[in-house]
Nanobody
Framework: QVKLVESGGGLVQAGGSLRLSCAGSGRTFSRDTMGWFRQAPGKEREFVAAISWSGIRTRYTDSVKGRFTVSRDNAKNTVYLLMNSLKPEDTAVYYC?????????????WGQGTQVTVSS
């Protein structure tokens, strides 16, 4: 069974940091573009960041540029999202995804999500 499993979410004060991890299993994701989306209460799911299979290309939504960093370790089949200078508006469920996230935004696999709550 192919799975993406997120971890690392939690409660943090504004200005703090968290690092999310997403571990793939059931197949290798080393040749897939991977990334992160988030969904806040009452809002649609939105794209956050993506990274190419090689790690050379990255893409971020404007609201997280300069604060979030996406990275990957293909040997561990894992992608990360380092979130610095967190703001209350970053509060959401964060989802890991694999797919064509640098072009069409088609998603082939989703994780189950991890909650990030930023208190003011």
């Amino acid at each position: 069974q192919v799975k993406l499993v997120e971890s690392g979410g939690g409660l943090v004060q504004a200005g703090g940091s968290l690092r999310l991890s997403c571990a793939g299993s059931g197949r290798t994701f080393s040749r897939d573009t991977m990334g992160w989306f988030r969904q806040a209460p009452g809002k649609e799911r939105e794209f956050v960041a993506a990274i190419s299979w090689s790690g050379i290309r990255t893409r971020y939504t404007d609201s997280v540029k300069g604060r979030f960093t996406v990275s990957r370790d293909n040997a561990k089949n894992t992608v990360y999202l380092l979130m610095n200078s967190l703001k209350p508006e970053d509060t959401a469920v964060y989802y890991c995804a694999a797919g064509n996230l640098l072009a069409t935004m088609d998603v082939d696999y989703w994780g189950q999500g991890t909650q990030v709550t930023v208190s003011s």
